[in-house]
């Protein structure tokens, strides 16, 4: 089903929870603490205890950075163009230019790969985190099938243009 474009419409991912962003400061926090509040702790940590140590910042710091990113990310379909919008890189691409959509199937849903003559950029479908039977947490695009297939429709591709392979499909007009 197809977007109707006439209004601009303007999407933004749903984001996850913060808890494990939290955690992993948390731990950071606590390896700190324990190198300036107890004496002599800096002199007896072994090799490893500082690869645990960078592992949990750098850690935390990727994933406040991801989080910060998705936070400030959205997608806007014109009638004459796509325009995906980060804190990283923004994109436009007209419809008529775009070359190739790849669709990665992962266990967390489609990952798309929009591909232009003025750039590329990636956006997640919909996909929902459940325990237990019951929905935990849901991350991507809601509506990320709609963008996928205004995209195809926009940029002319047909069921001639798709090609398969393992684990993921595309619509190339190279």
Same mark, same amino acid.
């Given at each position: 089903?197809?977007?109707?474009?006439? #209004?601009? *419409?303007? &999407?933004? *991912?749903?984001?996850?929870?913060?808890? %494990?962003?939290?955690?992993?400061?948390?731990? /950071?926090?606590?390896?700190?603490?324990?190198?300036?509040?107890? *004496?002599?702790?800096?002199?007896?940590?072994?090799?490893? +205890?500082?690869?645990?140590?960078?592992? &949990?910042? !750098? !850690?935390?710091?990727?994933? +406040?950075? #991801? #989080?910060?990113?998705?936070?400030?990310?959205?997608?806007?379909?014109? *009638?004459?163009?796509?325009?995906?919008?980060?804190?990283?890189?923004?994109? +436009?691409?007209?419809?008529?230019?775009?070359?190739?959509?790849?669709? #990665?199937?992962?266990?967390?849903?489609?990952? %798309?790969? /929009? @591909?232009?003559?003025?750039?590329?950029?990636?956006? =997640? @479908?919909?996909?929902?985190?459940?325990?237990?039977?019951?929905?935990?947490?849901?991350?991507?695009?809601?509506?990320?099938?709609?963008?996928?297939?205004?995209?195809? +429709?926009?940029?002319?591709?047909?069921?001639? =243009?798709?090609?398969?392979?393992?684990?993921?499909?595309?619509? @190339?007009?190279?």
């Amino acid at each position: 089903m197809s977007i109707d474009l006439t #209004n601009t *419409p303007e &999407f933004r *991912p749903l984001t996850g929870s913060r808890q %494990i962003e939290y955690i992993l400061w948390g731990a /950071v926090g606590l390896f700190i603490g324990l190198i300036i509040f107890i *004496p002599g702790y800096f002199q007896d940590l072994n090799f490893w +205890s500082w690869v645990l140590g960078l592992f &949990f910042v !750098a !850690a935390a710091f990727s994933i +406040s950075i #991801n #989080n910060w990113n998705m936070k400030h990310t959205k997608i806007m379909l014109f *009638p004459d163009e796509i325009q995906h919008y980060s804190k990283l890189r923004n994109v +436009s691409i007209k419809w008529k230019d775009i070359n190739r959509v790849q669709v #990665n199937h992962g266990r967390l849903g489609d990952k %798309i790969i /929009v @591909s232009g003559e003025t750039g590329a950029f990636f956006f =997640d @479908s919909l996909s929902e985190i459940k325990v237990k039977g019951d929905v935990k947490e849901k991350t991507g695009f809601e509506k990320g099938e709609e963008i996928l297939d205004t995209i195809l +429709s926009q940029a002319g591709f047909s069921e001639m =243009d798709k090609k398969e392979g393992s684990g993921f499909y595309y619509y @190339s007009k190279i």
